[in-house]
């Protein structure tokens, strides 16, 4: 075997590292930190300028760079673009990265191709004082930054009263994903009604129904579409209770998004790069909306593909950097389905009691394939989960990651799993 190719991962971690070490094409790579995990998430506050010149810092440590990916939301995806360009590597383009990533943006060019399968949207300046009367339409409506980190400052609308307590929260914290943003845009060139609006955030009009996401990847001018994954909501809360592969939509339906895709990729201009794109479909109208569109695949999704697939899609993320053709998915895996759950308690309180390492081994034991990630401690307050902001109606307690020959056996396996769990949770004292 000949010299490794150096590939840097923008926001590397240990459990996306194990999953790019079993593709068959890690044998010739050499994975490296172009910044890690930990220092793009969970901080206060980043720089992109001390970010990129960490990563130039550790590519000449290392001798070179031959590569560059990222499976992370800002500033994983913006930066791939910006280090591929620097190093004449294979990659998306910064503009349409930031096309996707600019959610007003984003609309706009969906609103060009598809735009019966878009809500209405207003983009807005949360510091002015009339902002709401100039929305243009009524509420319930969702206000949400042009940019921000899953559900961050996203707020569902009811009246003027609560939409001008909302922009209070907003005006404080509105800066912290949106300049990080602003400073790339007018750095790098982006169009001026972009770098220099003060219209931070946009309201639109509420889209509802299953939730699914389309994973693709754009090469040479074509857009192929590779898995369909269910997003599953709570019976009772508007919280995810788990990822499940594939899709179990009416096929014309998956045919519907797929067609969508295509579409909006080829218009937005996103080549050489792998994407997700989630949508509704409202049954009762046959209808399908875009909800978003992001220029990488999505990591939560990985162990599921890997279980039905035999392999990650982290091969279509790794084969496009190293300027190849992924080859398709074969359903070489274990399972004819699997699914990410997410295990919630929807009432605050402290962790009295949480599953000890001879429980999860025993479980394990019994199915193989069982993954657990615990968000909690003994003792902690739930309202201390790092990620609870993400989602103001839950606190996730457990991501686990389990496969089935079908739907019934899938559900009946975590049903199983959490019966021999000791979650306990001392509620909150009023």
């Not at 930190?33 to 980043?46: K, L, M």
């Not at 609560?162 to 750095?187: G, H, L, T, W």
Request: glycine letters at 4%.
């Amino acid at each position: 075997m000949g010299k490794k190719k150096k590939v840097f991962v923008v926001g590397l971690d240990k459990f996306n590292l194990s999953l790019i070490k079993q593709l068959p094409e890690s044998r010739e790579c050499e994975i490296l930190p172009a910044v890690e995990f930990s220092e793009i998430r969970g901080v206060e506050d980043f720089s992109i300028q001390d970010l990129l010149k960490k990563t130039e810092d550790r590519i000449k440590e290392a001798g070179g760079i031959d590569a560059v990916v990222s499976y992370l939301d800002f500033p994983g995806s913006v930066m791939v673009p910006i280090i591929a360009e620097k190093y004449k590597l294979p990659g998306p383009g910064l503009e349409s990265v930031m096309k996707c990533e600019h959610k007003y943006w984003s609309r706009l060019e969906q609103r060009e191709v598809i735009p019966d399968n878009i809500p209405k949207f207003k983009a807005f300046d949360p510091f002015d004082e009339k902002a709401y009367d100039k929305i243009g339409f009524k509420p319930p409506f969702w206000i949400k930054p042009v940019k921000s980190y899953h559900s961050y400052l996203a707020y569902k609308i009811k009246n003027k009263k609560q939409f001008n307590e909302c922009m209070k929260e907003v005006r404080e914290n509105i800066d912290y994903m949106v300049e990080p943003f602003s400073y790339i845009a007018s750095e790098f060139g982006m169009p001026k009604k972009i770098s220099e609006s003060k219209e931070k955030m946009f309201a639109e009009t509420p889209i509802s129904g299953r939730q699914c996401t389309v994973e693709g990847y754009a090469i040479d001018g074509n857009v192929v579409i590779y898995g369909l994954v269910d997003s599953v909501t709570h019976k009772k809360y508007p919280s995810f209770a788990r990822y499940q592969y594939p899709s179990n939509l009416p096929y014309e339906v998956q045919y519907r998004m797929s067609d969508l895709s295509r579409k909006v990729i080829k218009q937005i201009g996103l080549m050489n790069s792998a994407f997700n794109i989630e949508y509704f479909y409202n049954e009762e109208e046959n209808k399908i909306n875009l909800l978003e569109v992001n220029p990488r695949m999505s990591q939560s999704h990985a162990d599921m593909f890997e279980k039905v697939h035999g392999i990650s899609h982290h091969h279509v993320m790794l084969n496009l950097a190293l300027e190849r053709r992924p080859k398709p998915l074969e359903n070489k895996g274990d399972f004819e389905v699997a699914a990410h759950f997410m295990h919630r308690t929807f009432k605050s309180g402290v962790a009295k009691e949480v599953p000890a390492k001879k429980e999860i081994e025993r479980l394990k034991k019994k199915y193989p394939e069982f993954e657990i990630k615990i968000t909690v401690k003994k003792g902690m307050d739930l309202n201390d989960i790092e990620e609870h902001h993400i989602d103001s109606y839950s606190y996730v307690l457990a991501y686990i990651n389990l496969g089935g020959q079908n739907q019934e056996e899938l559900l009946e396996k975590y049903n199983d799993v959490l019966e021999n769990l000791s979650f306990e949770i001392e509620p909150e004292q009023k």
